[in-house]
């Protein structure tokens, strides 16, 4: 009997230390964010950050209101500003569809739109592009700053292509046929939209869904891709070569994230773009050596809404960041947790990235004071 009962203890022990390890795989559970450097561009107006490039020390960002396109050094000594939108001969078209990117050596960048695929140089003269050589491009939707971050593999771009369908939101067949992503191949200039929603996608629930809730983000490495459908909690983790087959799909579990759930379908105007403020949401990922990290919101329960009610949307969400700090999941390449902790007030939680083995985050806005230069964090993963 006595071995039987240390038979079952070592079984038992052995299982639960394999359950550990699959949590956490031996790594360090108190990491955090270490402020490493900080860099400073004088500039007076919002900026949203596109890329980082350590080796030459330039950045390259965008202002959204004016739709000028400036690239900074790390020490701040010299801007360049310029304008490529609008009807010109070197023009990307009306908005960029994604964040700008440096090539390797730091002495170009290319953009991408709706319309085709460019490439400036650090003086903004266009040294190649053009426009997709498609009969009818799809209605893409895009955002010109970090979280929206393109990928080069070999002579295609692998980028978000999360658009309208030929249907409403409020019908089935909007998420029977919803693509998440999109090639660009910049010899052919072909678009090729692909991955459909995961056969056990949360917004194939029956229910119609704010489009802006589904947009996915993105993250790759070598040999695959990593994604989070908008809202939804889950890790999607796929083949990084065609035909992109699944190889993962891991739930979140994160007791205190809650996300609008949809409405019935014929309660929902299709017409209408309107995000819930109170939602959990995701809002960047990225891939960092064997880690991938995300950043979210978790959301406002219903309970605690009514101190919300009479706020504008900017008291909103500087209220709603203190009350509910916006946190990072640390993750492994398999989507088994590894940490989690909450994002510093002086970093926003959207616009970071992952350049020579850093993480660059924007400083957050000060919503107290305006001030004449945008703040670049440079921050590493390490023990608090």
Request: aromatic letters at 14%.
């Amino acid at each position: 009997m006595k071995r039987q009962i240390f038979f079952f203890i070592s079984i038992f022990l052995i299982f639960s230390c394999s359950e550990k390890s699959n949590e956490n795989n031996g790594e360090p559970e108190n990491l955090t964010l270490v402020k490493v450097d900080s860099l400073q561009i004088p500039y007076l107006g919002l900026l949203q950050l596109m890329d980082v490039h350590p080796q030459t020390g330039k950045v390259l960002m965008f202002n959204s209101q004016t739709r000028a396109l400036l690239v900074g050094d790390f020490d701040g000594a010299s801007t360049k500003e310029f304008n490529k939108t609008g009807d010109m001969p070197d023009s990307f078209g009306m908005f960029p569809l994604g964040a700008g990117k440096f090539n390797e050596n730091g002495q170009n960048f290319t953009i991408i739109s709706n319309q085709g695929v460019y490439t400036y140089d650090l003086e903004g003269n266009l040294i190649h592009g053009g426009k997709h050589q498609v009969k009818e491009m799809p209605a893409f939707s895009g955002r010109a700053s970090a979280d929206m971050e393109f990928y080069w593999v070999g002579d295609r771009i692998l980028t978000v292509g999360a658009g309208r369908t030929a249907y409403p939101r409020n019908t089935p067949e909007f998420y029977e046929n919803y693509t998440s992503f999109a090639w660009f191949d910049t010899l052919d200039r072909q678009v090729e939209q692909f991955m459909n929603l995961d056969e056990g996608s949360f917004f194939r629930n029956g229910k119609a869904h704010d489009i802006s809730h589904i947009i996915p983000r993105l993250a790759v490495d070598k040999e695959s891709m990593y994604f989070i459908q908008g809202i939804e909690p889950a890790l999607n983790i796929h083949s990084l070569s065609s035909p992109n087959e699944k190889i993962k799909r891991v739930e979140f579990n994160i007791e205190d994230y809650s996300f609008n759930q949809g409405e019935d379908f014929k309660d929902a105007d299709p017409r209408m773009i309107s995000p819930d403020l109170y939602s959990g949401k995701f809002e960047n990922i990225k891939s960092l050596g064997n880690y991938i990290l995300t950043s979210f919101f978790p959301g406002v329960p219903e309970s605690d809404r009514d101190r919300y009610e009479n706020l504008n949307w900017m008291d909103f969400l500087a209220k709603a960041r203190i009350d509910y700090s916006h946190r990072m999941l640390v993750l492994d390449n398999e989507g088994n947790k590894i940490s989690e902790f909450a994002i510093p007030l002086e970093m926003d939680s959207r616009q970071w990235l992952v350049r020579d083995g850093y993480i660059w985050f924007l400083a957050a806005e000060n919503l107290e004071q305006e001030e004449d230069f945008i703040k670049i964090y440079k921050v590493k993963l390490g023990e608090g």
